[in-house]
């Protein structure tokens, strides 16, 4: 210990200038590095089942409650939507970050570097409460604010997309069940028509007939019920993410962090000046002359 500290005390002058100089240095090179500052939104997926038919017309209610959020699944169809390719291309021609990154448009990878660079500055992580936040990192604190608000804006309606995918086939089963049961109907009232005009005495089939035709009209109604229904959940107009906090613009920078690239700088030029003097000291000492004894 006591020859460390005699090494170290001989090598103190050059330690200090190296490490005074790598700190002066590094603080030189922090300040012309760009700055970056990050904005973020926080949303949370809502139930898809809140809008189905039966929820918003209580049709056959039970006591299970329907809960207003999201569980795992739509929160991970959510950061899943957020990394697909059409989320990306909308906002890129949105803010045309071809320019903003400085990508050559006649370059054959000019998609690719675009995406890129999109993706090294947007972030898109999930807590285990089911919270997503969106995170962008630009020079630009108002353009930062703004593609993160409007990934948001973009991600519910791809959202919305896909949830609804499955719900538009059934309102084309729908209306032909509605037109089919409609042109019965219409059957059935020429034909009740036809009877009495050919009989009109006949009232035992005239009552037959009105049964049937009565039976029919209900199940008409039920037919159109279920399409009008169907038909006001697909052009209702919601939101399939809850908006916790929307993006502003940041007032402190993200980063660089100045003080740690100065301090680290710093730290490791002086250990590295440390073992260096310690090697050297050693070094000399040692007698590469000295014959082994045997």
């Known amino acids: 210990m006591e020859e460390l500290v005699r ?7 050059p330690i200090a200038i190296v490490s005074i100089t790598a700190a002066l240095l590094s603080a030189v090179v922090s300040l012309l590095l ?3 500052y990050k904005s973020s939104a926080t949303v949370i997926p809502i139930n898809p089942h809140l809008m189905d038919r039966s929820n918003l ?3 056959g209610a039970t006591e299970t409650p329907v809960y207003l959020f999201g569980g795992k699944s739509e929160v991970s169809r959510l950061v899943l939507l957020s990394q697909s390719k059409a989320l990306e291309e909308y ?20 998609d690719y570097l675009a995406s890129e660079e999109l993706r090294d500055h947007f972030t898109t992580t999930k807590t285990p409460d089911g919270i997503v936040q969106i995170e962008v990192v630009d020079k630009d ?9 409007e990934i948001v804006v973009r991600l519910d309606t791809l959202n919305k997309t896909l949830i609804n995918e499955k719900k538009s086939g059934l309102g084309q089963f729908y209306k032909q069940d509605l037109d089919e049961k409609e042109q019965r109907l219409e059957m059935l009232r020429d034909s009740l ?5 050919r009989n009109p005495d006949d009232t035992v089939t005239a009552h037959v007939m009105e049964r049937i035709i009565r039976r029919a009209v209900e199940e008409y109604n039920g037919a ?5 229904q169907h038909t006001a959940v697909m052009n209702q107009r919601y939101s399939t993410l809850y908006v916790v ?19 680290s700088a710093t730290l490791v030029t002086l250990a590295c000046m440390m073992l260096m003097a310690v090697f050297i000291e050693k070094f000399k000492n040692f007698n590469f002359n000295e014959p082994e004894t045997i």
């Open 91 to 110: 906002i890129i021609n949105k803010f045309n970050l071809f320019k903003h990154y400085d990508i050559d448009t006649t370059s054959s990878m000019k």
């Open 57 to 59: 017309f209580n049709l």
């Open 141 to 149: 604190r108002n353009l930062a604010a703004a593609m993160a608000n």
């Open 193 to 197: 028509i036809r009877t009495l005009t």
């Open 245 to 263: 906090e929307n993006a502003t613009p940041a007032e402190k920078r993200f980063k660089p962090v100045r003080w740690l690239i100065v301090a």
């Open 7 to 13: 090494i170290l005390y001989k090598w103190a002058k």
């Open 34 to 36: 760009p700055e970056y």
């Open 224 to 228: 159109l019920t279920l399409y009008e």
